[in-house]
């Protein structure tokens, strides 16, 4: 047995694994594999269309927002939001919370003015900033809801006037939340959507289309919008996987039943961290993600000698990120609580052998 | 038994269908599934390793070429090669040879002069043009190789000293070629490489860095070649695909062992064309591909009646793109010349009835 405590790729759902695994012999009894269906068939646009129509649904999505797949991952998005939303003489907001907020940052700067509203890199992103000023003049202000590398996680929407950005890549559909409050949203799809190799964006129809740059048609959204997202042939079986996905997490109950779980799971693990001395959590208390929980320990050795633990256990992915070192555990949501609970059980031995 | 007719994406081997499909329950026994590994494990680095040196050695790359696999398909491309190449006050040169050549031209327009050398529009691309001049002080020259909706194939690479850029995505690895004689080559995978989501760049590294304005990390070559192809998160599973494609090719001798068998496919379904007055070839003969087969038939009653029957044999993807009509049948790599005997067979029991 493998607890994949992966970041991203990650952990999908048994059943999903299994549907794919078929449909690439004999994507329903079709006799085709679901990779040589042209995506200008009848079979994949009704992939295409409950995918998109599950993800409005578990998102709540009004008329005003759009969906698309799209080719790439979230960093494909860091310059084709201001691409598409920021003109060069105009500004547009960023909050400094972590790595990828701070790559995103540097993208938007080859399009237009970049104001950044605040930053927690003087703590290598340990905690979010918090009281900054949105300036009312923004094109739009952008944020990471959850920082990956860092394991910070915001959990409130900013108040402000200004078109909402957000990407979402580690905890879309991971907990409740009003999507309809953004302008913009996206996510690489490779933890909580499905496989790599593809993008979700949401977006409001009325803040497209202001720019004065001319946009290749592969990076306009309006074009993809016009073409429901099969403007070229589109990851066919990335997509495929974002749908399988997607239904298993409707037919669980949606959003707040696995923000449910995801809790539990969380609580567990922070509880065990904050009880055992030998491990140390390293984000600030009300900035820790659920779904990221990285913490050390003070001990390089002991590091090294839980970290073989964990493998002797069949656990992978938990090695901490180079940027901040010791583990970092994902809980995403295909992760079963009893995977956390066995990897909290092998903590609480490691703590009492060490105590 | 199904016969997969699809111009993409398209028929691959049997062989890479069954792996693939294992792989998504279990990668090579490590009891993960091919979906969840992450990208900056040995387990993938092993998979992106043998794909890119199989592709090099296939094509028989000197080292002056940087091989990439890239997010989006050659549509992405139709933008990224003028973005890398093309300076505003500089002129690339582009063939104007069919549906794809033409959307690429619109694309580089955004970034400087283009050139078009010559058109086929005029008689719905139905030939390649010939005789043109290639402007001596281009940035580039772009063609596609193979028109994948009309059905025409540039069967000799041209004699230029301007920096040859080439579309082959509808027939790279499917003839000898001197592949080292590009500048840049790109293909979305999903007719000879592999699973749609991925494109397959060669670059030769000398071309890069000359043009002025400043470019996303993401849409920089030299940034993917830097990283090995590992930028951001990749497609992991495409490419995983890619590699098992690539390697069957490989063991089943390479590209001029598979060209040989090209050519006995597109020989037989050619021939039988011509021999039977009922189909009708819409090609100029000398610049037919090998790779899809156009035709259509005088009389619509009888193209509705032919494609009943091949749709009550299990013949696929035999209909004709809305530009052309009539019917198309691509004879990419993975297809048997068995299916192509089965198609023929059918086609002459069509005729005799007919006649």
Redesign the interface.
Known sequence: ??H?F???????PKEV??Q???A??DYNG????I?????RTALFQEVVDEAMATARELMKLDSDHELLFL??????Q??QVP?NLLNEQDTAAYLDGGVWGK?AI??AK?FGKVEVVASSKDRNYSYLPKGYRIPENASYFHYTTNNTIEGTQMHSIPETAVPLIADMSSDILSRVMDFNRFALIYA?A?KNIG????NMVVVRKDILGHVSR??????DYREHIAAGSL????????IY?CMLTLRWLKQLGGVSAIEAINDRKAALLYDTLDRLPVFRPTVAKEDRSKMNVVFVMDDETLEKEFLAECKAN?M??VKGHRNVGGFRVSLYNAMPLSSVRTLTELMNEFALKKA
């Not at 079709?30 to 594999?33: E, F, K, V």
């Not at 990779?35 to 995506?39: K, S």
Request: glycine fraction near 14%; proline fraction near 8%; avoid cysteine.
């Open positions: 047995m493998v994949n992966n970041a991203g790729p990650s952990i999908l694994f299994e794919a695994s078929r690439i012999v079709t006799g085709l594999s990779l040589e269906i042209g995506h080719h790439g991952g979230a960093s494909t860091f310059f691409m790559k540097k993208e080859l690489g490779q496989a790599a190799g593809v001319p946009l290749p048609s592969m990076m403007l070229n042939t589109p990851p066919v079986f990335a996987v069949g992978v992915g």
